[in-house]
């Protein structure tokens, strides 16, 4: 029933900007800090950025403070991460779920949507 679709990914290279977005269903939305994971070849899945359910306090990974921005609308049971000057290290599969940082995210899982930073 949980439906989690991330969309808008790409390859770009260093010093570009993508925004990520994510489509939810099957759960009260509004009611859950959400936030963006990723996952590198070879890596284990991390948690980059995390968003409260008012949208009032986010969170973030060191390496993307000042670079990435989560957002969200409640209206539309979506979530959006603007990345801005890519780096390399940012290549991954970036998913979006609940929770993040402190609370751990439903054991479903979206597809994802692949981010290639590469010259």
């Known amino acids: 029933q949980v439906q989690l679709v991330e969309s808008g990914g790409g390859l770009v290279q260093p010093g570009e900007s993508l925004r990520l977005s994510c489509s939810t269903s099957g759960f009260i939305f509004s009611r859950y800090s959400m936030s963006w994971y990723r996952q590198a070849p070879g890596k284990e899945r991390e948690w980059v950025a995390r968003i409260t359910r008012n949208a009032v306090n986010t969170k973030y990974i060191e390496s993307v403070k000042g670079r990435f921005t989560i957002a969200r609308d409640n209206a539309k049971n979506a979530l959006y991460l603007q990345m801005d000057s890519l780096k390399p290290e940012d290549t991954a599969v970036y998913f979006c779920?609940?929770?993040?940082?402190?609370?751990?995210?439903?054991?479903?899982w979206g597809q994802g949507t692949q981010v290639t930073v590469s010259m």
């Open positions: 779920n609940t929770g993040g940082w402190d609370i751990s995210p439903f054991t479903y």
